[in-house]
């Protein structure tokens, strides 16, 4: 069994971590308290604070780097004191201060991360760089109770179909071009549907209205997907929609016309099908029964429901987590930097160097032994 | 990357250091380095403000009507608030000299290829030939 203590400070029985969350257009800071020894059903880590802001673009545009940069840079000071005063700390009572390492966007990444240079060095105490992507993996496991999951990573940036093996998250799949976060934000720029909340709920609202499937390619390559094709197909007969111009694929069985809520139903269906049969046949693969949805796109109702379906039919069980921890925060970067600080893991000034591309399967978890 | 930056003790900003509180004054200062130029850059002595003039929102954004909810806090009389302050004419500072650098090359780069065309083509365009 490991042990996670070695680096526990006297006189204390529980560890506090900081972390920093700033890779897309979410600001997320959290601070999260982990007891001393294994974490189980039994004994399980706390939540003290999780607050995020999020950048907002003008309707139909995304956030670029830039903008999301500034809103990080001058957000961050106001909701670090905020997740400090939820959680009723000072920062000298932290054990480590962690921050997102990579994979994201450069700009966004560098300015968060020199907010966390930066309080490391006035409080001393010593950073942790962790990967977003095992962030959502390990928050989402401690959340649900999820032993050893087949994980559906979804999210803007990202779409990975992962499992554990041998203190690597192993990819078994993922897409080829786009993200399906981001191939719902296109479209959903397309429809110029506002981005507040987030564009994908904008959809997903959208899709339950929708009564009509409209046929689109289904781009399933072995075990990964392609999504870029699909969203120029529905883009173009969006434009056909708004131009008025004739096609018969916008001409639903009943002769009624196809609407902008049958597209976003018709997108979503044929998204998470592609996305539940990958999923399943990692499954298989692998011979697990629990599915862990993560990441921003995993709090689609709808996909939570195929899912079930699928997992349900292979007597499995499947896991989400609500919007706190399933949209990117700060608390998942806190604890899985916690997990690897307990294991002796910090980085050294010069080595905290961001990274836009920063692969899940290069995180060496050496906080599992299964 | 070819930029220094360092925060110094201030020396010679007027009166106003000798008059500050126990802390004394923070100036940040930067050093620009590349093989053809060295420059430093010091923010000088104000006024000084957090609302910079290239750190605003990007034209993209603006051009929508967006409200900039995002504009940072004013910089408050304390050591860290000035600094602050400071610090955003000095990003402006760096930010002008950085793009005016690269306009330079850009058209450089567009003066060399104008210049190669010229030689091997005898100032010639083929699509001007009937």
Redesign the interface.
């Given at each position: 069994m490991i042990n996670l203590d070695k680096h526990i400070k006297p006189s204390r029985d529980y560890y506090l971590a900081l972390g920093l969350e700033g890779s897309a257009n979410k600001l997320g800071i959290g601070i999260i308290k982990h007891p001393k020894g294994e974490l189980t059903a039994t004994n399980r880590a706390e939540v003290l604070s999780n607050v995020r802001d999020t950048?907002i673009?003008?309707p139909?545009?995304g956030f670029?780097p830039?903008?999301t940069a500034?809103?990080h840079?001058?957000?961050v000071v106001?909701v670090l004191k905020d997740a400090l005063a939820v959680a009723g700390l000072v920062g000298r009572d932290l054990d480590c201060i962690c921050f997102t390492q990579g994979p994201g966007m450069g700009a966004p990444l560098q300015a968060v991360v020199i907010a966390a240079r930066t309080i490391a060095q006035l409080w001393d105490v010593p950073l942790v760089g962790v990967n977003h992507c095992v962030g959502h993996i390990e928050m989402g496991r401690e959340i649900t109770g999820a032993q050893n999951p087949v994980v559906l990573y979804v999210s803007g940036g990202n779409t990975q179909v992962i499992a554990y093996s041998k203190n690597h998250y192993r990819i078994f799949g993922e897409t080829l071009d786009i993200a399906i976060g981001n191939c719902l934000d296109r479209f959903a720029r397309t429809l110029k549907i506002p981005n507040d909340p987030f564009p994908g709920y904008n959809i997903e609202q959208m899709a339950k209205r929708g009564k009509n499937f409209v046929e689109l390619p289904y781009t399933v390559k072995g075990m990964d997907l392609s999504m870029s094709g699909i969203l120029a197909f529905i883009d173009s007969l969006a434009g056909d929609m708004f131009a008025g111009n004739k096609n018969k694929l916008l001409v639903a069985a009943d002769g009624s016309s196809v609407t902008p809520e049958d597209l976003c139903f018709s997108l979503q269906e044929c998204l998470y099908a592609m996305l539940v049969e990958i999923t399943e046949r990692a499954m298989a693969h692998v011979q697990l029964q629990q599915v862990l949805i993560v990441g921003g796109v995993g709090s689609n109702e709808r996909l939570q429901q195929m899912m079930a379906q699928m997992v349900q039919d292979r007597n499995g069980s499947v896991f989400a987590t609500d919007e706190r921890f399933c949209i990117d925060n700060g608390i998942m970067i806190a604890h899985a930097g916690l997990l690897a600080y307990r294991m002796g893991q910090t980085n050294e000034l010069w080595d905290t160097v961001c990274s836009q591309k920063f692969r899940t399967d290069e995180v060496y978890v050496n906080w599992r032994d299964d | 990357m070819p930029n220094l930056f360092s925060l110094l003790e201030s020396e010679n900003c007027q009166i106003q250091t000798q008059l500050s509180s126990a802390m004394p004054d923070l100036i940040p200062t930067a050093t620009y380095i590349s093989p053809d130029l060295k420059k430093d850059f010091h923010p000088g002595c104000g006024p000084h403000s957090t609302q910079g003039t290239t750190?605003g929102?990007?034209d993209?954004?603006a051009d929508?009507?967006?409200i900039d909810k995002?504009?940072?806090?004013e910089a408050s009389d304390s050591t860290l608030g000035e600094l602050r302050a400071r610090l955003t004419t000095l990003q402006d500072q760096v930010n002008v000299f950085l793009t005016d650098r690269m306009k330079l090359g850009a058209a450089k780069e567009e003066d060399d290829k104008d210049l190669e065309r010229r030689i091997l083509d005898d100032g010639v365009d083929e699509d001007d030939v009937e």
């Open positions: 950048y673009s003008p139909g545009e670029l830039r903008d500034r809103h840079r001058n957000w106001r | 750190t929102p990007s993209v954004v929508k009507g967006a995002d504009r940072p806090t």
